[in-house]
């Protein structure tokens, strides 16, 4: 049995979990900044950075409290080293460096995507590899194919924007505020998802990529026509974006054996009609699906936690270096437009 503390701080949470080999969550904190970034309708990196660094310590000192534990009775420490927003991700990797140091416990830096890779498989003890997973999030979405801890296959990515940015920068548009994610599912229950015709970008499209820039533009020109209620503006988009997802993973799950699961994780996994859409979805292809329930979907440290203890024997170096981008599969072939999406 082994216990791993994981520290979080990629991006506008900081949070703390200490998390067992029998997938129990011992403890775990997460303070959110929702309302520093709240007036900027956006993150700022600098100001999470320092948020991060006013909060991470007292919260892993809660974090063990809660637990009734010594940072003596951890097997290793595990902290999201990349990516994500450099200053914050340079907070919680020193701040896992001093910690690790100190108590004379591994160092183990995980990928934050991978994270959320395999935070299915903390939910969920059945889930066997290779699993076809849909990673969607503020600032990735991408298919996957998981083939076992350290090994995966980028299938897609987007070319533009992520799934979440999109449903964050609708939200804006129809002056919904910040996070926008879930304030455009909450909308998008009043409306219409039908109203109001919207492109699907890339459906259809040989290759199983994304793309969200167009689809957001032009919720932007309908919202400009003040023909539209928001609702319905709201529930077109979702729906038109779902209707890209499907139709994605469809052809990737066309381009691959069958694997043991779809899967689906990162922020955007917490939206209700998405998680539906791909439910039946596995249904149609013979396939179990696996949603890690919402806590795990959105960032949080049991994933980092997690992570860790899939990866438990590892020792990093202390001069391990923060990265900005890290991609899981660094094989997999560049997409035109897709700039620097990881
Ligand atoms: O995984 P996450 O917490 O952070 C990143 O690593 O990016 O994902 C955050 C993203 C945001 O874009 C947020 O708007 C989106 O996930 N999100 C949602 C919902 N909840 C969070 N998008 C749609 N529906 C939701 N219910
Ligand atoms: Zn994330």
Sequence with gaps: MGIVLGIESSCDE??????????RIIAQRI?????????????????????????????????????????????????TAGPGLIGGVMVGLVTAKALAMASDKPLIAINHLEGHALSPRLADASLQFPYLLLLVSGGHCQLLLVKAVGQYRRLATTIDDALGEAFDKTAKILGLGYPGGPAVERLARLGDPRRVKLPRPLLG????????????????????????????LAASFQQAAL?????????????????????VAGGVAAN?????GLQSLAAQHG???????????TDNAAMIAWAGIERLG?????????????????????????????
């Design 287 to 297: 396939l179990p699906f696996v949603a890690p329930p919402l806590s795990l979907c």
């Design 14 to 23: 900081t949070a703390a979990a200490l998390v067992d080999s029998n997938r």
């Design 243 to 263: 209707d890209c997802v499907l139709d994605r993973t469809a052809k990737a799950l066309g381009s691959i054996d069958k694997p043991a699961a779809l899967v």
């Design 205 to 232: 499209t040989a290759e199983p990529h994304f793309s969200f820039a167009g689809l957001k533009s032009a919720v932007l020109r309908a919202k400009e026509t003040a023909l539209h209620a928001d609702a319905d």
């Design 31 to 79: 303070a959110s900044q929702d309302e520093f970034h709240r007036p900027y309708g956006g993150v700022v990196p600098e100001i999470a950075a320092r948020a991060h660094a006013d909060r991470l310590a007292p919260l892993i000192a809660a974090t063990l409290d809660d637990a009734g534990m010594k940072l003596a009775q951890v097997d290793a420490v595990a902290a």
């Design 314 to 342: 590892q020792n990093d170096p202390l001069d391990f270096l923060a990265r900005p981008r890290w991609p899981l599969d660094p094989d997999a072939a560049p997409v035109r437009g897709a700039g620097i999406k990881a």
């Design 272 to 276: 209700q009609t998405i998680r539906a």
